[in-house]
């Protein structure tokens, strides 16, 4: 297999402007109720009391995740018309609209919610990593869309030997599951 490519997320930087799920909608022209990118919020906390005072101990954060073209993808593994593939020269993981029998198994198996089903269409899209910006030598839309920079896209190996390996923070499912293509800087409420 060629170089895997993947994301780096600086969680630690997201301000939660939604600037990046917007960029993918209009990208691909979704239809209302249609996000290959989506921007979620983490928050929580409490309020704590010290003698006559109290002290908030709340915090908030944003996630931006799309497709994460993991090195294990389950929707590929889980696909029965073959209609989801790995390309072994960088990873990507995409959908083939003539082969997708719209049967949700990809949508049911993916722990990050990448592939969405279109009910009008009758068949799931996700994220192809903007393939035809790529090729052009540009980045992925939501990455160029980013207002404060904090989502990169490359060569998974140079993202993880500068920002490290870590690819989980709090409020997202274990990435032994797929192993995700993506590196985080987490937020530091989100460890």
Known sequence: MGQQVGFFIEQNRCMGCKACQAACKDKHDLEVGQLWRRVTEIEGGNYFE????????????????GCNHCAEPACVKNCPTGAMSKRTEDGIVLHDDKKCIGCKMCVWSCPYGAPQYNPTMGKVGKCDYCIDYVQKGKDPACVSACPVRALHAGKLNELQAKHGSNAQTKGMPSPDITHPSIVIMPHKDAI
């Open 50 to 65: 010290d003698g006559a005072a109290i002290h908030p101990n709340i915090y908030a954060f944003w996630t931006s995740l």
